[in-house]
């Protein structure tokens, strides 16, 4: 097989804040597999879960460049075998992600079926994406709340806390969006800004405002807390930062009601559906979350959406030159197409 890279500039209609900065943009990597004339598509994104750590699509396009030659002896369908150089190699997640995914579309493609029926899932069962308001003033949050249903039908919003002004202008933000909104469900991801103090402080309060459940409200690396939030907390209490894998399900589970799980930090969507049957193992609920992702690989995470409780693939809503078409909007949901694979398309912006 033959693998290709191809980097892409996106760029975002709204800015968004979150406790460890803001973007504005992002470059990604655009990967293609080809063999036996059929090409497979998947998406690099760079992230960090870190304020102080980073990459980005230069360093990942280095590290996927060395590998190449490796991978181009396998055949797309020897996807163990192939993983196993991924992990062996310490591949960055994103990158094994991008090479799994474009492993999966080349599959669908070759036996002529969306990945979605390939699988034997119901895509009905898919439930409304929430919509993500940044860390802003309230009068800011105010408007974004406004613009997005402008844009759309949006069923949930998705409100980042932990803001840099500390707990109060985290209250204050939120009061705004109930008295603007009193009747949309709110979700609440503080990107790990809290310490134990103002986590128990806050979900006590935030119970008080229509939220369903409160997003790694600690920080990483403050993971021996959860026992105490978990007792304590009136709220579901969801790990993302803390939970790249399948393994980390198992140490975190006693202390968690849900999962985020990204494709990007999972490493493709054969280690996402590790961590789908792990979960449910463990009685946990499960929501999908993105990056900067692109239609590209918010499409992909859709194929595996009939089984997710909460779905946070908003990022392609907020793009305004994505240069793919996939799953469509319907009434707040991602609706996935019949197309073979992933059922994603180049439109070039």
């Given at each position: 097989?033959?693998?290709?890279?191809?980097?892409?500039?996106?760029?975002?209609?709204?800015?968004?804040?979150?406790?460890?900065?803001?973007?504005?943009?992002?470059?990604?990597?655009?990967?293609?597999?080809?063999?036996?004339?059929?090409?497979?598509?998947?998406?690099?994104?760079?992230?960090?879960?870190?304020?102080?750590?980073?990459t980005n699509s230069e360093i990942l396009q280095q590290e996927l460049t060395e590998i190449i030659p490796i991978l181009e002896r396998f055949s797309p369908?020897?996807?163990?075998?192939?993983?196993?150089?991924?992990?062996?190699?310490?591949?960055?997640?994103?990158?094994?992600?991008?090479?799994?995914?474009?492993?999966?579309?080349?599959?669908?493609?070759?036996?002529?079926?969306?990945?979605?029926?390939?699988?034997?899932?119901?895509?009905?069962?898919?439930?409304?994406?929430?919509?993500?308001?940044?860390?802003?003033?309230?009068?800011?949050?105010?408007?974004?709340?406004?613009?997005?249903?402008?844009?759309?039908?949006?069923?949930?919003?998705?409100?980042?806390?932990?803001?840099?002004?500390?707990?109060?202008?985290?209250?204050?933000?939120?009061?705004?969006?109930?008295?603007?909104?009193?009747?949309?469900?709110?979700?609440?991801?503080?990107?790990?800004?809290?310490?134990?103090?103002?986590?128990?402080?806050?979900?006590?309060?935030?119970?008080?405002?229509?939220?369903?459940?409160?997003?790694?409200?600690?920080?990483?690396?403050?993971?021996?807390?959860?026992?105490?939030?978990?007792?304590?907390?009136?709220?579901?209490?969801?790990?993302?930062?803390?939970?790249?894998?399948?393994e980390d399900i198992i140490k975190l589970s006693p202390y968690i009601h849900g999962i985020n799980i990204k494709l990007m930090k999972a490493g493709g969507?054969?280690?996402?559906?590790?961590?789908?049957?792990?979960?449910?193992?463990?009685?946990?609920?499960?929501?999908?979350?993105?990056?900067?992702?692109?239609?590209?690989?918010?499409?992909?995470?859709?194929?595996?959406?009939?089984?997710?409780?909460?779905?946070?693939?908003?990022?392609?809503?907020?793009?305004?030159?994505?240069?793919?078409?996939?799953?469509?909007?319907?009434?707040?949901?991602?609706?996935?197409?019949?197309?073979?694979?992933?059922?994603?398309?180049?439109?070039?912006?």
């Amino acid at each position: 097989m033959r693998l290709t890279i191809q980097p892409f500039t996106v760029h975002k209609r709204f800015p968004l804040t979150i406790s460890r900065g803001t973007t504005a943009q992002t470059t990604n990597l655009w990967l293609k597999i080809e063999s036996d004339g059929i090409e497979g598509w998947g998406e690099a994104s760079p992230f960090s879960v870190i304020k102080e750590t980073s990459t980005n699509s230069e360093i990942l396009q280095q590290e996927l460049t060395e590998i190449i030659p490796i991978l181009e002896r396998f055949s797309p369908l020897d996807r163990q075998e192939i993983e196993n150089v991924l992990i062996e190699s310490n591949l960055n997640s994103s990158l094994r992600a991008a090479i799994d995914t474009a492993l999966y579309d080349w599959l669908g493609k070759k036996v002529n079926l969306p990945l979605w029926k390939l699988w034997g899932l119901n895509r009905d069962k898919i439930v409304p994406t929430s919509v993500t308001i940044g860390i802003s003033s309230p009068e800011k949050a105010v408007e974004r709340v406004r613009n997005w249903l402008n844009f759309m039908d949006a069923k949930v919003l998705k409100i980042k806390l932990g803001s840099t002004d500390g707990i109060e202008a985290d209250k204050a933000m939120i009061l705004a969006i109930r008295e603007a909104t009193p009747h949309i469900p709110l979700t609440v991801d503080a990107n790990g800004g809290w310490n134990l103090k103002d986590a128990i402080y806050m979900i006590d309060w935030l119970v008080t405002q229509n939220v369903r459940y409160i997003e790694q409200p600690l920080n990483v690396g403050d993971e021996g807390n959860l026992p105490q939030l978990y007792q304590r907390s009136p709220l579901p209490i969801f790990a993302d930062e803390s939970c790249f894998n399948s393994e980390d399900i198992i140490k975190l589970s006693p202390y968690i009601h849900g999962i985020n799980i990204k494709l990007m930090k999972a490493g493709g969507l054969t280690e996402v559906m590790r961590m789908i049957a792990i979960a449910k193992a463990c009685k946990l609920q499960i929501m999908y979350g993105c990056y900067s992702d692109s239609i590209l690989a918010n499409t992909a995470m859709c194929h595996l959406a009939p089984y997710a409780d909460y779905l946070d693939l908003d990022s392609h809503l907020n793009l305004i030159d994505d240069p793919f078409d996939g799953v469509t909007l319907e009434e707040g949901k991602l609706m996935l197409n019949n197309l073979p694979g992933l059922g994603v398309n180049y439109c070039g912006y």
